[in-house]
T-cell receptor, first 113, second 116 residues
Framework: GENVEQHPSTLSVQEGDSAVIKCTYSDSASNYFPWYKQELGKRPQLIIDIRSNVGEKKDQRIAVTLNKTAKHFSLHITETQPEDSAVYFCAASKKAAGNKLTFGGGTRVLVKP | KAGVTQTPRYLIKTRGQQVTLSCSPISGHRSVSWYQQTPGQGLQFLFEYFSETQRNKGNFPGRFSGRQFSNSRSEMNVSTLELGDSALYLC???????????????FGPGTRLTVL
């Protein structure tokens, strides 16, 4: 089955700097890649997603890039703010699996003021 | 629109008991997926229901089961609870109309299950 690896597991950045989280997936049939942010004690919230027919997507300070050949995708957060501190999860899915998401292990991001 | 809701929010059970958790999806959503979240194993897919039918299943023992009703509300049941079943159980709803390869999923707040 699908396997998603996420790095790093923890990331500490200074406010205003950029943060990058990388994920690799194993199933070349995967075609949907969402990113979720989970604050302590709260539900995972979708922050951005990308489908396999595009290579990059941006939403204000957040961007995701996808390299289908290498089977990896990355989350980029620019101008980080203390409220960006949370655990971020990447995930992958394919049409044949319905809405089954396979998640990476998560990255704990700490933005120091 | 109201978001995904789950009840109860917290639950304490003892080994050997069974438990039923409930999930109400966003109005108009027909697909409900369940996930288990633990510090050690992360977020793992349990199963997905669409139009009252189980569409996909993860690698969990048969003690974990679920169902979906005609109003798209879903329940999951865990029988013969074990200590290792202590976790946050999250459900996620999506449109399920199949217009996109995979629908965007929105998570509920979760049910925190503690097994003593």
């Amino acid at each position: 089955g699908e396997n998603v690896e996420q790095h790093p597991s923890t990331l500490s950045v200074q406010e205003g700097d950029s943060a990058v989280i990388k994920c690799t997936y194993s199933d070349s049939a995967s075609n949907y890649f969402p990113w979720y942010k989970q604050e302590l004690g709260k539900r995972p919230q979708l922050i951005i997603d990308i489908r396999s027919n595009v290579g990059e997507k941006k939403d204000q300070r957040i961007a995701v890039t996808l390299n289908k050949t290498a089977k990896h995708f990355s989350l980029h957060i620019t101008e980080t703010q203390p409220e960006d501190s949370a655990v971020y999860f990447c995930a992958a899915s394919k049409k044949a699996a319905g809405n089954k998401l396979t998640f990476g292990g998560g990255t704990r991001v700490l933005v120091k003021p | 629109k109201a978001g995904v809701t789950q009840t109860p929010r917290y639950l304490i059970k003892t080994r050997g008991q069974q438990v039923t958790l409930s999930c109400s999806p966003i109005s108009g959503h027909r697909s409900v997926s369940w996930y288990q979240q633990t510090p050690g194993q992360g977020l793992q897919f349990l199963f997905e229901y669409f139009s009252e039918t189980q569409r996909n299943k993860g690698n969990f023992p048969g003690r974990f089961s679920g169902r979906q009703f005609s109003n798209s509300r879903s329940e999951m049941n865990v029988s013969t609870l074990e200590l290792g079943d202590s976790a946050l159980y999250l459900c996620a709803s999506s449109l399920g109309k199949g217009l996109l390869p995979t629908d965007t999923q929105y998570f509920g707040p979760g049910t925190r299950l503690t097994v003593l």
